[in-house]
């Protein structure tokens, strides 16, 4: 199996924990993608995901699976036995229910305001985003907001369960991780009064999967 993605980037570090949680590290080949340069917006990469974003698993077969959800779903049932999204049927409703809510609150809004309202990953690649800065400014800043709301929301969810679905980590949690990767490297702190999700934080950055992958930052060019 190929995963074409770029180190050290939120959405990639999602699988990466995946793969490390699921001991499948050592099947995959990993094809770097510039993002910098926008490669992921050129014809060659549109045809492996439409969407033009990383990460993207390519089966033996050559099929192709984009989405962190998809990828983790295909990844969490290769062996039967699936740790992270779920075993009975209210496991998996819950954890995607919360997977959602950590998509919806934190990955979008903290990705909006990155590359909306702060220079992002550098001209080469926002010029591919809208071009009227002074309403992307807006935009981003009123998901940073969003973003914030979120913030408060998991930190009540987790006053009350030890993980973000419950008591078992999950896919969610992952996600609710890697928001908040992507929230440091853009700036932007967990509020100290967010107690819970501070300490939840510092948890799973001693998970195994996470640990030799939590020094991983995005580095920006120039
Ligand atoms: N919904 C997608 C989001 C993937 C995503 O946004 N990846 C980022 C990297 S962390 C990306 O490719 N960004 C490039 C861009 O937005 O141009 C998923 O779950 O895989």
Redesign the pocket.
Known sequence: MKIYD?PG????A?IRIVLAEKGLDAEIEFVKVD?FAAE??QEAFLTLNP?????VLELDDGTLI????A?TEYLDNLDGDPILTGKTAKEKGIIHMMQKRA?AQL?ETI?IYF?YATPG?GEK?EA??SPEWVARKEWGERNLVQFERGLRYFNSVLIAQRYVAGEKFSMADITVYAALM?AAAAGVLIPDDCTALRTWQENISERPSVKNRSGQVMEFPG
């Open positions: 770029t980037f939120p959405n990639p999602r993002l992921h917006k969407a033009g974003t990383v990460p984009s989405e962190g959800v990828i998509d990955i990705g590359h990953l690649l591919f985003k992507h």
